[in-house]
């Protein structure tokens, strides 16, 4: 997919007013919103960039720490000793984005995994239908942030994440979820997110597809213009508008018994 060209009329710029979730920066902006997180401990001259071959078993045990009731596909660590390189960017391995957060010694603090949704592929909406390559190229998630615990409240996950959104808006995707426990919704609020109990997104046909994620909340962010959080009376969730041609909720509509009416 093409990306986003900066500044072409009708496309998003970071810094563009309603790129982004309203009162919050723009993907990777500096002076977004995240960009104010404080924390007790100073600020750490941290350092973000692609995971390299050299820091696959650093990186897997960061990304490990973080998802401890979710083994690791064996696959990852494959994917991670190929070195990135200039073809794949700006994702760095394939659909997958991989960064670390390096503290000045190079070393690891850090780590973020993102790539494309489970359901893209799984929700019985998509599975067997024209609808995920069309999606994987638009959604994107994060699967995991984590920073070593020494280096925690210096900025630096905001660092990761912000990140994340400059690297997936530059590749034309058009909206980032991540799933999160409730004890972090200002944080991810200060950073553009917003978390709801479901994911609502409407799809082809006024379909809508519901998420939800067992004892965690559902956070999203629009990266694009085109993408909408739009609140319908009768609905459980903000619904996604916009992600595909044709998927947009008008004014007009209501949510009733699980479905979008005029
Ligand atoms: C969550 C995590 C990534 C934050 O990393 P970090 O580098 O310390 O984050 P930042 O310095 O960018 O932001 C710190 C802010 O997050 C808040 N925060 C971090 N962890 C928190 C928690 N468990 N509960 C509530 N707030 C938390 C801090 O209070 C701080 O808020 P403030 O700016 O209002 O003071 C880190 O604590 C971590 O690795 N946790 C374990 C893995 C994890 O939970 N990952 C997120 C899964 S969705």
Redesign the pocket.
């Given at each position: 997919m093409t990306p986003s060209t900066p500044g072409t009329p009708g496309t998003p710029t970071p810094g563009t007013p309603g790129t982004s979730a309203p009162g919050t920066g723009a993907p990777g902006t500096p002076g977004a919103a995240?960009a104010?997180?404080?924390?007790?401990?100073s600020p750490?001259p941290v350092c973000v960039g692609e995971a390299r071959p050299v820091d696959t078993d650093a990186f897997l045990a960061?990304i490990a720490?973080?998802t401890p009731n979710d083994p690791l596909p064996p696959i990852l660590g494959q994917i991670l000793s190929f070195q990135p390189g200039r073809p794949r960017r700006p994702l760095s391995h394939g659909d997958m984005l991989c960064l670390v957060?390096r503290d000045t010694a190079g070393r690891p603090v850090?780590a973020l995994l993102g790539g494309v949704p489970k359901w893209v592929f799984e929700h019985p909406l998509c599975a067997g239908t024209v609808l995920p390559p069309k999606l994987r190229e638009r959604v994107s998630t994060?699967h995991?942030?984590?920073?070593?615990?020494a280096?925690?409240?210096?900025?630096?996950?905001?660092?990761?994440?912000r990140a994340a959104e400059r690297r997936l808006w530059q590749a034309g995707y058009q909206l980032l979820t991540?799933?999160?426990?409730a004890?972090?919704t200002?944080?991810?609020e200060?950073l553009g997110y917003l978390s709801d109990e479901e994911l609502i997104m409407m799809l082809p046909g006024a379909d809508l597809l519901e998420l939800e994620a067992e004892g965690?909340l559902l956070a999203v962010k629009p990266l694009s213009n085109e993408v909408k959080m739009v609140t319908v009376p009768g609905a459980p969730a903000r619904i996604v508008s916009g992600i595909l041609p044709g998927c947009h909720v008008s004014a007009t509509m209501r949510f009733h018994n699980g479905r979008l009416t005029s």
């Amino acid at each position: 997919m093409t990306p986003s060209t900066p500044g072409t009329p009708g496309t998003p710029t970071p810094g563009t007013p309603g790129t982004s979730a309203p009162g919050t920066g723009a993907p990777g902006t500096p002076g977004a919103a995240g960009a104010q997180l404080t924390g007790t401990a100073s600020p750490s001259p941290v350092c973000v960039g692609e995971a390299r071959p050299v820091d696959t078993d650093a990186f897997l045990a960061l990304i490990a720490a973080a998802t401890p009731n979710d083994p690791l596909p064996p696959i990852l660590g494959q994917i991670l000793s190929f070195q990135p390189g200039r073809p794949r960017r700006p994702l760095s391995h394939g659909d997958m984005l991989c960064l670390v957060a390096r503290d000045t010694a190079g070393r690891p603090v850090g780590a973020l995994l993102g790539g494309v949704p489970k359901w893209v592929f799984e929700h019985p909406l998509c599975a067997g239908t024209v609808l995920p390559p069309k999606l994987r190229e638009r959604v994107s998630t994060i699967h995991a942030v984590v920073v070593d615990p020494a280096h925690r409240g210096r900025g630096i996950a905001g660092k990761l994440i912000r990140a994340a959104e400059r690297r997936l808006w530059q590749a034309g995707y058009q909206l980032l979820t991540l799933e999160h426990p409730a004890t972090l919704t200002p944080f991810y609020e200060k950073l553009g997110y917003l978390s709801d109990e479901e994911l609502i997104m409407m799809l082809p046909g006024a379909d809508l597809l519901e998420l939800e994620a067992e004892g965690l909340l559902l956070a999203v962010k629009p990266l694009s213009n085109e993408v909408k959080m739009v609140t319908v009376p009768g609905a459980p969730a903000r619904i996604v508008s916009g992600i595909l041609p044709g998927c947009h909720v008008s004014a007009t509509m209501r949510f009733h018994n699980g479905r979008l009416t005029s």
